[in-house]
């Protein structure tokens, strides 16, 4: 699974950003597709998910009502529409690829920098 992120980019807080996710390779059907992103001396966590398929979706808390994952078929893309946007929402956004039912991202696109300004 090839995964290639583009997007991101620099924001006031309130505002609105999208990142995508080009995916490519073989069984995708298999796959979750998510988002996770790590911010300046913490941790890298999860943000949101979505099945190759579009049946099903996964949020943190923090972005539940905020973020919305999507599939995009004509594309073969994977985007996060981030809106509302907050200053603790900066952070380096990866892609990653997941064949479930492992819990391991087994493969990771380039990050891509969304930084939110107060």
């Known amino acids: 699974v090839q995964l290639q992120a583009s997007g991101g980019g620099l924001v006031q807080a309130g505002g609105s950003l999208r990142v995508s996710c080009a995916a490519s390779?073989?069984?995708?059907?298999?796959?979750?597709i998510g988002w996770l992103r790590q911010a300046p001396g913490k941790q890298r966590e999860f943000v949101a998910g979505i099945t190759w398929s579009g049946q099903a979706t996964r949020y943190v808390d923090s972005v539940k009502g905020r973020f919305t994952v999507s599939r995009d078929k004509f594309k073969n893309t994977v985007d996060l529409q981030m809106d509302r946007l907050k200053p603790e929402d900066t952070a380096l956004y990866y892609c990653?690829?997941?064949?479930?039912?492992?819990?391991?991202?087994?493969?990771w696109g380039q990050g891509t920098q969304v930084t939110v300004s107060s």
């Open positions: 990653a690829a997941k064949e479930l039912p492992a819990s391991e991202w087994r493969y």
């Open positions: 390779g073989r069984n995708l059907m298999d796959y979750m």
